[in-house]
């Protein structure tokens, strides 16, 4: 026998049994069915637009997924989406669907800029249609699925459903790398405001040196407290990521000179970016707040929510290491800002705005000088504070109050400090800013804590805010409270300075309505006044 004869029969039988095999899988005689999934998002963000089209970032908007199961072949399937009025008619083609096979099909829209000009959430159709061939018959199944299409300040922290979702703090915030299109270095008006903090440092050029970084961000710093910047509290349900919260960009924030701690935490992350520096975006549970990359590579942690208070910048970051030790005891994200637009998660497109914004905002710079802790300083015994509170531009005259412990300025026309006995008390004449030094021998620093916080409960005053630090007072630093604080009357702002010197329990304190920097500068001032003996 031949061999190689019998060989090729061999191969002969195997091709045939090949294509037998072939014809059967793709329809040689069977009838295909096509049974279909259409997974689809309730809502995408107008505000991070640009990641839907992208799917290397994998936000895709539907999933269809096609299975066969009939015994034939299903050919020529089409599958068409869009979205009315915000994405138009896209197609996606697959040859040939076999028996017992599966396709997957993702839908990534390349959605108009027209969705950033959307300022609350407007209900849209999205519309998918299915194409396909079935024994040389065309068949079409169609359905329409509503989505809303957020106002472009609208954030949603996740998009997991219910099923994906285990509750964990990481997936209840999933979204957080989409605060990055939130981010916006580039836009002019974060620009200049960057710039006028630079002219009030000096002109510092923040990616040179770690020295001249913290003098450009103190300099942003600083014109931000000068303009009365404060943090305005979240919502109830803000952190549960139930609801789709209300997120501004930094140009919202310098116009309205107030954010939440993640409208405070992106505007200053801007501001750092502005000028070279890497900085990310911490989220802890029920906070958020920035890191900033030095070009040494060294990260400094800004408590952004201090600006309420007025303090400095050295006060904010020492503030910020709290806060930064405390979430690196429980679970956080960080979002490196550059890293995520690099990979796409970019801002979107916002209104081009008149060169003179700022200045119809009213962010100007003030008189004084910046010292190097960040601070606004004035050298000599007059103060210019009164360019900006009742003394129509002129300068302030100083009284000096000379009590039996201590001595401070005060302004003259508001007449002398009441003495108390135990406590020296000051009240401007609108009634908004009051100046307070208590005084008890042989008490320590948490009697005086105690004894202040006690008066505000006894005045029906409530803490809604309370962060510690430290801050300087008669050429010494001591511990220091920033307060919010609920008077009924409305939010208010305290500085509060603990301290113990020769055998006595001080605290001063300085408090007034949130936002009005110029009695904070009034405050600051009056302490740097405040003298032992």
């Known amino acids: 026998m031949n061999t190689k004869i019998i060989g090729s029969g061999i191969l002969v039988a195997l091709l045939v049994f090949s294509i037998v095999g ?18 689809a998002k309730e809502q995408i963000m107008s505000g991070a637009y640009k990641v839907y089209g992208n ?3 994998g936000f895709w908007v539907a999933k269809v997924v096609l ?20 994405a138009s008619e896209t197609e996606k083609s697959y040859p040939i669907l076999v028996p017992n ?10 959605l108009s800029s027209e969705v950033t000009k959307l300022s609350a959430s407007t209900p849209s159709n999205l519309r998918i249609t299915i194409t396909y061939e079935v024994n040389g018959e065309t068949k079409e199944e169609s359905m329409t699925k509503p989505l809303n299409i957020l106002g472009v300040n609208d954030f949603v922290f996740s998009s ?10 990481y997936d209840t915030f999933s979204n957080a790398p989409l605060l990055a299109a939130w981010v916006t270095p580039s836009d002019p008006v974060v620009r200049e405001f960057a710039d006028m903090g630079n002219k009030l440092a000096g002109g510092a050029g923040a990616s040179l040196s770690d020295d001249e970084a913290i003098k450009s961000l103190s300099g942003m710093w600083t014109l931000a407290v000068m303009n009365g910047f404060s943090y305005k509290t ?13 997120i501004m960009f ?3 924030v310098i116009r309205d000179k107030s954010g939440t701690c993640v409208d405070l935490a992106l505007w200053f992350a801007s501001l750092a970016m502005s000028q070279g520096l890497k900085a990310y975006i911490v989220l802890m549970p029920g906070h958020a707040f920035p890191l900033i990359e030095l070009p040494s590579g060294a990260i400094i942690p800004v408590e952004a929510t201090a600006i309420n208070a007025g303090v400095s910048f050295q006060q904010a970051v020492q503030v910020g290491v709290e806060t930064w030790q405390k979430a690196m005891q429980g679970p956080y994200i960080i979002v490196d800002i550059a890293g995520e637009h690099a990979k796409g998660i970019v801002p979107p497109e916002l209104p081009t705005l008149p060169a003179d914004i700022l200045a119809k905002w009213g962010i100007k710079l003030q008189g004084g000088n910046m010292d190097n802790n960040g601070g606004n300083t004035n050298n000599g015994g007059d103060n210019n504070w009164g360019d900006n509170g009742e003394n129509g531009g002129t300068q302030t005259q100083w009284d000096t109050y000379h009590g039996t412990y201590f001595s401070f300025d005060y302004p003259a026309e508001w007449g002398a400090p009441e003495d108390y006995g135990g406590y020296v008390y000051l009240l401007s004449p609108d009634g908004e800013f009051e100046f307070l030094v208590i005084y008890l021998p042989g008490a320590s620093v948490q009697d005086m804590v105690y004894a202040f916080e006690q008066s505000l ?6 803490i809604k805010d309370r962060q510690e630090t430290q801050a300087s007072i008669a050429g010494q630093t001591v511990y220091t409270i920033l307060y919010t604080l609920d008077t009924g009357y409305g939010e208010y702002s305290a500085v509060a300075r603990y301290f113990t010197a020769n055998g006595i329990g001080f605290a001063v304190v300085y408090d007034f309505p949130a936002g009005m920097s110029e009695y904070n500068q009034l405050g600051e001032y009056m302490v740097s006044t405040f003298r032992l003996g």
């Open 250 to 252: 930094p140009r919202d």
């Open 457 to 462: 409960t006894d005045m029906g005053a409530t």
């Open 67 to 86: 299975h066969n199961s009939g015994n034939g072949a299903i050919r020529n399937i089409k599958i068409r989406y869009s979205i009315d009025n915000y």
């Open 101 to 110: 096979g599966t396709i997957v099909d993702l839908y990534y829209p390349i």
């Open 234 to 246: 979240e919502a109830e349900g803000y952190w549960t990521g139930k609801f789709s919260e209300h």
């Open 55 to 57: 799917p290397k970032l």
């Open 160 to 169: 997991l459903s219910p099923e994906e979702s285990t509750g964990s703090f």
């Open 22 to 39: 072939y014809v059967g899988a793709f329809g040689g005689g069977g009838e295909g069915k096509l049974e279909y999934k259409v997974y």
